[in-house]
């Protein structure tokens, strides 16, 4: 076994044990990137081995000194819209191709402070936009199943092309409409969005305030909950942060009922909503899901179908809402502070009209004029009023749920990876990506996708989501499902 | 739903948003396809619902007014795309 192919929970064990450094762990992996990203699977946009080198010695050092911080020497992704203080941060864009933040993120912060290790920053969609980091201004990034032809999905698809092909054993990503748990299905990993305000957003270059939410993508459920457990918490520099206690979800799922014995989830009610089984989804798709189904009854669970009736406008009212909150947010790139900027600008409004046109892609600049669109005057009330109130009953449809079950299984993505090309001249079918994931950034739910099967090959991932703040139980559903069914840890065979 | 040549470019003057003649009108039917396939929000009388901004329970959230150190001035300008002295440059605002 190499040593890249170990969870963050196992390479942690190892450590403790004085088997392993930090410093070896991160040299594994330094090593496999230089063999195998450049060229091959492409999921960092800036490697940094020199401060990783650091870091890692740093950690050696404090578990010399007796630390025993959570995530003490192991290495990580971080997406590139993470600040890293003094390490580019460029938001797959070319309107920030050369920016260097001065401070770090709050998730940032925090997960340096756990002792991880940062291996460098992952591609993405161009802001966050899209479903397939074809966006990303500088190269795509292939998923690393199959022939490495497909998409790993978006918009965090650097970071999940990056833990599936072993590049790094965990990686943070941001999920505005699915950006976390789409890729994590499409690459057979868990990536898990929780609660809005559960996670800090201060210092996550801004997409869509509201939706915005930071989470993991790793290779099982225990190391989700490892590193969901750092990232969580109240920030005072995040007005939108929740000040709520935060279960040490690690500890929690090694509780009573013990994993196996075949009562995991006895009593626990699961609605399976079935608007999810949208027209269109794959029919292997489809049999995957619903063979997790009865492996979950199998556990315990009692399920039953529900009906969540607005499922059907979250699409439509997601691709205003969004594109609204991005066209004010992304005002801000205006070629004076930072960023990119014309040089040849010659007034003030000619400098805006060049800087932004030139240092925005397609994507970003197609959301800018439907957001625009939406908040102008005369379309306000019909589109950016109106999807506001589906939001209200999209919400309306949870909330009803969960008084008849604790939470809710579903598909993630209707399809597997596409191959790479397949729908960037369709923004519509893109935007399709994502109808199973945006109805819970729209509720501020906490989703997680983790992998129940393959069809053609590729990974298709379950959806559980949960009531407003219970990640832990939504943790447990996984985690026992991970253990029943039999699909947790698998990753491709890449020659190496 | 349609939308016509003069709305794209007004959008783009909103949003200030340099757009060349080719990006004008491959987004003219984009858009007026994306919006087209919203149309199915009308469908539904939201009349009677209250709109939903932000689903999380908090206001107005306040801290204490503390004077705290401001940030550096070169770390200020050390993403600046142009400076002089303490100042950032910009283009002529009068003509």
């Known amino acids: 076994m190499e040593l890249t192919d170990l969870t963050a929970v196992q390479a942690l064990g190892r450590m403790r044990a004085g088997e392993i450094s930090s410093e070896e762990l991160t040299r594994a992996y330094l090593e496999r990137i230089e063999r195998l990203d450049r060229g091959v699977i492409q999921a960092y946009v800036t490697v940094t081995p020199e401060h990783a080198l650091e870091q890692a010695h740093a950690a050696d050092e404090r578990r010399r000194a007796g630390d025993e911080a959570p995530l003490l020497g192991v290495p990580m992704a971080l997406k590139d819209l993470a600040l890293t203080r003094g390490v580019r941060t460029t938001c797959s864009s070319k309107m920030l191709e050369e920016f260097v933040p001065i401070e770090d993120a709050t998730i940032t912060r925090r997960l340096y402070e756990a002792g991880a290790v940062l291996l460098g920053k992952t591609n993405m969609d161009e802001f966050a936009m899209g479903s397939s980091t074809e966006n990303s201004a500088f190269f795509p990034t292939r998923n690393p199943w199959g022939d490495l032809n497909r998409v790993p999905g978006g918009s965090s698809g650097g970071s999940a092309a990056a833990v599936a092909a072993r590049l790094a054993p965990f990686a943070i990503g941001s999920d505005t409409g699915g950006s976390i748990r789409q890729p994590a299905s499409l690459c057979g990993l868990v990536g898990f969005k929780p609660t809005y305000g559960r996670v800090s957003r201060y210092g996550l270059i801004a997409f869509a305030s509201s939706l915005d939410q930071f989470g993991p993508l790793t290779v099982d459920v225990a190391d989700c909950a490892l590193v969901t457990g750092v990232i969580a918490g109240h920030d005072p520099l995040d007005s939108t942060s929740l000040d709520a206690a935060v279960p040490s979800y690690s500890d929690a799922l090694n509780d009573n009922p013990p994993v196996g014995s075949g009562e995991d989830l006895r009593g626990v009610r699961i609605g399976v909503p079935r608007e999810y089984f949208v027209a269109g989804m794959e029919s292997g798709v489809e049999q995957s899901v619903r063979a997790a189904l009865d492996v979950l009854r199998g556990l315990g669970a009692e399920l039953d179908e529900v009906s969540l009736p607005h499922t059907d406008y979250g699409l439509a009212a997601y691709y205003i809402i969004a594109p609204a909150e991005c066209s004010a947010n992304l005002a801000r790139y205006d070629g004076v502070k930072y960023g990119y900027s014309a040089p040849d600008a010659e007034s003030m409004w000619d400098g805006y009209y060049k800087t932004r046109g030139r240092g925005f892609g397609a994507e970003v600049k197609r959301r800018i004029m439907l957001g625009t669109y939406a908040l102008s005057s005369g379309y306000y009330d019909a589109y950016y009023l109106k999807a506001q109130k589906i939001r209200t009953l999209i919400k309306q449809d949870f909330d009803v749920a969960f008084e008849r079950f604790d939470a809710l299984v579903a598909p993630t993505s209707p399809t597997v990876a596409f191959k790479l090309g397949e729908r960037t001249d369709d923004p519509l079918a893109m935007y399709l990506s994502d109808v199973c994931t945006l109805p819970v950034n729209l509720a501020g739910l906490p989703g997680l996708s983790l992998p129940c099967g393959l069809s053609e090959g590729m990974p298709v991932g379950l959806q559980v989501i949960g009531k407003p703040l219970d990640e832990l139980g939504v943790l447990k559903i996984a985690r026992a499902y991970e253990h029943a069914g039999g699909w947790n840890g698998r990753r491709p065979d890449l020659a190496s | ?95």
């Open chain 2, 1 to 95: 739903m349609g939308i016509s040549r003069e709305e794209v470019e007004h959008v783009a003057r909103l949003a200030r948003l340099g757009l060349t003649e080719e990006e004008q009108a491959r987004l003219q039917q984009q858009l007026s396809q994306i919006l087209g396939a919203m149309q199915a929000i009308d469908r539904l009388d939201t009349a009677a619902i209250p709109p939903t901004a932000q689903v999380i329970p908090l206001h107005t959230v306040t801290r204490e007014d503390v004077v705290r150190p401001s940030l550096p001035v070169e770390d200020v300008f050390r993403n600046a795309p142009r400076r002089e002295g303490n100042f950032l440059k910009v283009p002529p605002v009068l003509e």
